[in-house]
């Protein structure tokens, strides 16, 4: 009987000592399932934890690159803008000087046609002039004259001036008077011409008076006029 009671004993401490290393081998598989499941969880956890952190420093810094990116092109608005502006003016100035080029030669061009006709109409009256100043005997008493003078005419600024210079080339005498009295309805149509044409007429009375009109383009009615005076065979 004591033996078998021995015998249970030291069954009781086997299966003891067998259930406290199955508890241990339990605890040990635990711990390494346990480790095993949260070491690649720690890892992940502080993976994402890091990429959020990074994902976050890369907002503030895209943030900052979207903020200079608004200045960089402010900046840039303004520089054109600037140049803009500087190329309107430019293009206003090149416009103003051609312009003013433009206008220049078209003043040049007109200055240039009105001294060309003033030249060409002073030399037309002039001559005419002559033409009608040589006639002069017919307004004098003929049959008293022994010489003339040829009458040249300039316009200088608008003036008329008479340039009186001795001439034997026409001579009216006694003999001549008649064929000077023959050719005064010939001088009566071109004085006639003249009036027609220059508005020019002649006033007897303390020597002759010449007028002239339709010699000013922008006047027409504006007076042109000179006296000739006859003494001592001379003209004044």
């Given at each position: 009987m004591e033996e078998i009671s021995g015998g249970g004993d030291t069954t009781k401490n086997t299966m003891a000592s067998l259930g406290i290393l199955c508890e241990k081998d339990i605890e040990e598989q635990r711990l390494q399932i346990d480790s095993f499941i949260a070491s690649p969880f720690q890892r992940s956890m502080d993976s994402v934890l890091?990429?959020?952190k990074a994902t976050a420093q890369s907002q503030v810094e895209l943030a900052n690159v979207k903020a200079d990116l608004r200045e960089a092109e402010d900046e840039l608005v303004n520089v054109l803008a600037v140049k803009t502006r500087k190329e309107a003016k430019q293009m206003g100035l090149?416009?103003?000087i051609s312009a003013t080029q433009s206008r220049i030669q078209v003043?040049?061009?007109t200055l240039q046609l009105h001294k060309s006709n003033k030249e060409e109409h002073s030399k037309t009256i002039s001559h005419r002039l002559q033409g009608i100043l040589l006639a002069l005997p017919i307004y004098f008493h003929a049959s008293s004259l022994k010489s003339t003078q040829l009458v040249s005419i300039l316009?200088?600024?608008?003036h008329m001036v008479l340039l009186l210079s001795s001439n034997e080339g026409l001579s009216v005498s006694k003999d001549n008077a008649g064929k000077v009295t023959g050719n005064k309805s010939?001088?009566?149509?071109?004085i006639s011409w003249y009036n027609q044409a220059l508005g020019f007429h002649v006033e007897a009375g303390h020597g002759v008076k010449f007028t002239f009109t339709n010699i000013d383009a922008k006047r027409p009615t504006r007076e042109f006029s000179f006296t000739v005076h006859y003494g001592n065979d001379i003209y004044t």
């Open positions: 890091a990429r959020a090149r416009d103003s003043v040049k061009r316009l200088v600024r608008d010939n001088i009566d149509e071109a």
